[in-house]
Every structure is written in structure tokens, then in C-alpha cells.
């Protein structure tokens, strides 16, 4: 199954303040593995940052003035997310964001069904507990050092591994190339498909085991 993690960076907390996308960060999963398809802008807003976003990005009204808008983008975005699932940590903020850009220029709404919000997963597996995701990624123990400021193409590859390990998955931990640079999967087994195969002793191999230990017993090692 295809899936999308997404994350968006924009300017200011609410659109009803008219606040607008300023960064699309998308990176495509094909059974949980993440493949070499990614979808990632920044965007002008055609507003200046907010004081408090800036702090979260540090994308200036400068660096942004040059980037293309929304509208120039949005076929491509449409294309790329069409048909799979959605990967969002906090959906509701980023779905409010992107429906409101869509709805600007005329397009439908992206529908809330086929979405999956990390955030609330989080909040039914750890009740209480810090669900953001830098503390998803301290509990799991993901490097997320590089998350010196809010990116949404970093945060996008910290999700992907949040998400595999809060539905209980385990990331493929090898991927080797042969010559021809086709991609074996080797590793590739999820812990819900995979057991140890248990091997049970003949009559004759007891046997010689219950004679063994009984010898052996006989014997002092301490002298």
C-alpha cells in the first residue's frame, strides 16, 4: 500500500487569521518503505511571517519573496498525494491549511477519511505522556538532531519513522544492491510476519541427553 507522510510549514498558527503554506514537505511509502519519491516546496504566501512562525522556521518574507505560489504548484501536489493514504502528525492543522489553499483557488478539499493522524495515535498508545514529536522521537530513540528548526521535509522523515514504530512495525534494517543495482529486499520482514521455527527433539535425542546429564553429574568439577 502507498502512503504519503506530509508536513507543512506556514505563516502563523490559524487561517482565520489568513494565515498561508510558506513549505510542503511529502515523502512516499510503499509498504512502510520509504521510496525515492519525495514532493517538496517552499512556497510565497503572498503575506509576511508572523513573529511567532519565524521562530519556528526562520523562513523570512526575504527568502520566500522569489518561490513560486500555491496555485503553480498545486497540480503537481494533487498528482503526487492522489489515491494514497495521508500520514500526518497533528492532521487537523495541516488539513485546515491545505483546504484553505485549495478552496482559495477554486479546488476540492482534501476529504478527512483517508488520513491518518500520528497525533492521536500517539495519544491513545501513551495517555499523558509528551506526544510531540520531538518526544516520539526521544521515547523511540530517533536521532533528530538535525531538527534544529521546524523543516517540513525533515520532520516528514522523522514522522515516516515515528509512524512505523507506532503502529508496532520495524524499520528494514538492510537493503543491499547487487551489480545491476536491482534492490533486494533481504531484510525486509516485519515483526508481525515473522516467527522462530521451534524445533522439538526426537525420543532417542532425550534420551541420550537424560544419559549425558546423569554421567556428567556423577563427575566433581570443584576438585
Known amino acids: 500500500m502507498k502512503e504519503v507522510v506530509l508536513d507543512t510549514e506556514t505563516t502563523g498558527l490559524s487561517v482565520e487569521e489568513g494565515h498561508r503554506i510558506v513549505e510542503i514537505g511529502c515523502v512516499e511509502l510503499n509498504d512502510l518503505i520509504p521510496t525515492s519519491n519525495k514532493f517538496h516546496y517552499y512556497l510565497n504566501p503572498g503575506k509576511k511571517i508572523s513573529k511567532e512562525a519565524l521562530k519556528i522556521h526562520g523562513y523570512t518574507d526575504d527568502f520566500l519573496s522569489d518561490k513560486k505560489k500555491f496555485k503553480e504548484i498545486v497540480h503537481e501536489f494533487l498528482e503526487f498525494i492522489k489515491g494514497k493514504r495521508l500520514i500526518i502528525h497533528n492532521a487537523e492543522f495541516d488539513l485546515s491549511h491545505l483546504n484553505n489553499e485549495l478552496e482559495l483557488?477554486?479546488?476540492?478539499?482534501?476529504?478527512?477519511?483517508?488520513?491518518?493522524?500520528?497525533?492521536?495515535?500517539?495519544?491513545?498508545?501513551?495517555?499523558?505522556?509528551?506526544?510531540?514529536?520531538?518526544?516520539?522521537?526521544?521515547?523511540?530513540?530517533?536521532?533528530?538532531?538535525?531538527?534544529?528548526?521546524?523543516?517540513?521535509?525533515?520532520?516528514?522523515?522523522?514522522?515516516?519513522?515515528?509512524?512505523?514504530?507506532?503502529?508496532d512495525q520495524r524499520e528494514p534494517s538492510l537493503n543491499f544492491s547487487s551489480k545491476n543495482d536491482n534492490n533486494l529486499d533481504i531484510m525486509n520482514i516485519r515483526s508481525k510476519d515473522y516467527c522462530k521455527k521451534i524445533v522439538v527433539p526426537t525420543t532417542k535425542e532425550l534420551k541420550l541427553h537424560k544419559e549425558y546429564l546423569k554421567n556428567s553429574l556423577k563427575k566433581n568439577y570443584f576438585n
Open 105 to 167: 483557488i477554486g479546488k476540492n478539499k482534501i476529504e478527512k477519511q483517508n488520513i491518518v493522524d500520528t497525533l492521536e495515535l500517539a495519544r491513545n498508545k501513551f495517555p499523558g505522556s509528551g506526544i510531540s514529536l520531538d518526544a516520539l522521537c526521544k521515547r523511540y530513540r530517533i536521532d533528530n538532531s538535525k531538527r534544529e528548526k521546524h523543516t517540513a521535509l525533515i520532520d516528514c522523515e522523522l514522522l515516516t519513522k515515528v509512524y512505523i514504530n507506532l503502529i
